[in-house]
């Protein structure tokens, strides 16, 4: 269990408002990422931290923005939401363990639609 | 870029079969290569890793060995069970923010 908590686990919104996601960790990872799953597609990387206000675009990175302004916090924000982000909509962080390297475990999925 | 390529599914196999997902990867450097699996509903799961060649992962019965030269990953398993069916992901990760890299996933499904 990585501590990993994403809020709200499903949601429904209309197309043009704007909504957040958060993702809340409890064991002072220092990367976090938030990724979409769609179908055809597996997961694609939206946006990633690498500590308190350091952020990076990822691969799908349009009408999406972030923020981290705590360590256990990483929200992703659609400004205007559109029918093309419905998706599931995933964090992680990067946990290293030993002497095996960094491995990213996965939050439980946020699942939201836009209609 | 970077990029990976799993075998395209869906995958149905009985019982006790012998399971192969292919997968292979274009990478600069050397990266750490992953298996994921997502079963219905659920998040995705770290199912075994590797982080340089000939290095074996396993786990759960599953295995994939690191191959250098072929540039491949491919995950097997001798017998499969019917709570094997989920979705599985092989994915990279290189560089300071080991951002990860995805196949497009392949559906396996195992009748009783």
């Known amino acids: 269990d990585a501590g990993i908590t994403q809020s709200p686990r499903h949601k429904v919104t209309e197309t043009g408002t704007p909504v957040t996601l958060r993702c809340h960790q409890t064991?002072?990872?220092?990367?976090m990422y938030w990724y979409r799953q769609d179908p055809g597609h597996g997961l694609r990387l939206i946006h990633y931290s690498y500590g308190v206000k350091d952020t990076d675009k990822g691969e799908v990175s349009d009408g999406y923005s972030v923020s981290r302004s705590k360590t256990e916090d990483f929200l992703l924000t659609l400004e205007s939401a559109t029918s093309s982000q419905t998706s599931v909509y995933f964090c992680a962080i990067s946990y290293r363990q030993g002497d095996s390297g960094n491995t990213i475990y996965f939050g439980e999925g946020s699942w939201l639609t836009v209609v | 870029g970077d990029s990976v390529t799993q075998m395209e599914g869906p995958v149905t196999l009985s019982e006790e079969a012998f399971l192969t997902i292919n997968c292979t990867y274009t990478?600069?450097?050397?990266?750490?290569l992953f298996w994921y699996v997502q079963y219905p509903g659920e998040g995705l799961q770290l199912l075994l890793k590797a982080t340089k060649a000939d290095d074996k992962g396993s786990n759960k019965g599953f295995e994939a060995t690191y191959r250098k030269e072929t540039t491949s990953f491919h995950l097997e398993k001798g017998s499969v069970q019917v709570s094997d069916s989920a979705v599985y992901f092989c994915a990279l990760s290189q560089g300071g923010s080991e951002k990860l890299v995805f196949g497009k996933g392949t559906k396996l499904t195992v009748n009783p």
């Open positions: 990478a600069t450097g050397y990266p750490s």
């Open positions: 064991e002072n990872h220092r990367y």
